[in-house]
């Protein structure tokens, strides 16, 4: 941005991945946030006081992890999802069921095919205005509705850019001379007949070492089976693999009545 050129041998894209924006009027109003990092956190805490209504758009990962820590905190918390459930893209609906009941169980509004028309407000916001007419008081509100990665230089550098810039196992871009790593890359996984961005530290670090690795001439690649993890209150989510592609859920427990329990997609 300075104008200055820098050359290389060699050039590692790490650039990662922004929070999808909110577009709806209102979204630029005070008392709107999204997290990201840690600066976001320090943010969103000090607004976090007892007893103030916050309003959670969005009812993934992000969001549900949101509203435990505020809840916990003793704040007025209410989670809008559009789709038909909590973490539709990324779970079974049993596991589904499972976290809504656990938030409910906890005192959380949990709303479903709830899609946001508007925020409302003077300088701060007030009110959160759904597309059926309702509207739902505010203090806060918190958006977590996905990321988009960063692939403004790959596009700027001619890579094949695929929902993040396309790596192979060795995690290079088209470019042999150009690596990629973290939430701005997609790739082929062999397993699943599929090519993915995945969105997590897990990920990131094992794309980051395969990069590296590379960089140096050493011959890596990217086998780690994909695996993520979400704390929500005293309770461990635990993934590995994928879950999409599935035929049969299997279920060890009850999901509508205990807080333990193993889900397998099979096919």
């Known amino acids: 941005s300075t104008g200055d050129t820098l050359t290389y041998d060699k050039l590692a894209l790490c650039t990662g991945a922004r929070p999808r924006q909110l577009r709806v009027p209102g979204a630029d109003l005070a008392g709107v946030h999204y997290l990201r990092t840690a600066a976001d956190v320090e ?16 009812g993934g990962y992000i969001g549900l992890e949101t509203a435990a820590s505020l809840r916990a905190l003793d704040l007025d918390v209410t989670v809008l999802e559009a789709t038909t459930r909590v973490l539709e893209r990324v779970t079974a609906p049993d596991v589904s069921t499972f976290f809504e009941r656990i938030h409910r169980e906890e005192g959380i509004d949990i709303r479903t095919c709830a899609k946001v028309a508007a925020l409302v407000g003077d300088d701060c916001v007030r ?10 008081p505010a203090d806060l509100v918190i958006v977590g509705i996905g990321v988009e990665p960063r692939t403004e230089l790959a596009d700027a550098a001619g890579l094949v850019v695929d929902n ?12 042999p001379d150009i690596v990629a790593a973290g939430d701005c890359t997609s790739h082929d996984i062999a397993r699943y007949g599929c090519r993915i961005r995945m969105e997590s530290v897990s990920s990131a670090g094992e794309q980051a070492k395969v990069a590296a690795s590379t960089v ?5 690649k990217i086998e780690a089976l994909p695996w993520f993890w ?37 096919r």
């Open 127 to 136: 009110e959160v205005l759904l597309s059926t007419g309702e509207s739902i």
């Open 230 to 266: 979400s704390d929500q209150y005293d309770l461990k989510l635990q993934i590995a693999g994928l879950n999409t592609g599935y035929d049969e859920v299997v279920l060890s427990g009850d999901p509508t009545r205990d807080r333990d329990f193993s889900c397998f997609y099979l």
């Open 216 to 220: 140096c001439g050493k011959s890596r």
């Open 43 to 58: 943010l969103i805490r000090t607004s976090a006081a007892p007893g103030r209504r916050v309003v959670i758009v969005g």
């Open 164 to 175: 993040g810039i396309v790596i192979d196992d060795h995690a290079r871009t088209e470019d």
